[in-house]
């Protein structure tokens, strides 16, 4: 094999070409190549941030969730308190009010048996004056007949 000139030109060639390649073009690449790198690292990291956010954001949003919850049976608790309370204040109140109904009603029926009384205190004097004035066979005048029936109503009152 016989080295010849154009062999060692085609070899300088090559030197030189690799040589403009290594300080221009693979320094150009690389750097594209680095900032890719980079890119996709950061891309990554906030990724990875973004995964630590989201599990935060949910470890917080299910803590809201629970305090509503709490705050919740609160407010349920705390009505169905207030639901009995009246409930127990109506009944406590319908209680009262049929106390003093009945006993309005107890009071109503002692006058009714009161004036029923004397009523028929009135009618059973006058039957009674009827009756002796038919015994007799005279009429006894209207002032004698009021005494006699006040008289007899104080009687039978009393007896």
């Given amino acids: 094999m016989t080295i010849n000139a154009t062999f060692i030109g085609q070899i300088i060639v090559f030197l030189i070409l690799l040589w403009v390649i290594a300080k221009y073009v693979t320094p150009a690449m690389a750097a594209e190549i680095d900032a890719r790198n980079r890119k996709i690292a950061d891309g990554l990291a906030a990724a ?77 004097g006058t039957l009674v004056v009827t009756g002796a004035s038919r015994l007799l066979e005279r009429e006894v005048d209207a002032k004698a007949h009021a005494q006699l029936l006040d008289k007899l109503a104080d009687e039978i009152a009393r007896g």
Avoid: M, P
């Fill in 48 to 124: 990875e941030k973004g995964q630590k956010d989201l599990a935060d954001a949910t470890t917080r949003a299910d803590a809201i969730i629970r305090e509503a919850r709490e705050r919740a049976k609160q407010i349920e608790d705390q009505a169905a308190r207030r639901s009995n309370e009246a409930v127990d204040a109506a009944k406590q109140l319908a209680q009262t009010e049929g106390a003093r109904i009945v006993s309005a009603a107890r009071e109503e029926a002692a006058s009714e048996t009161t004036r029923a009384r004397d009523a028929l205190r009135k009618e059973f």
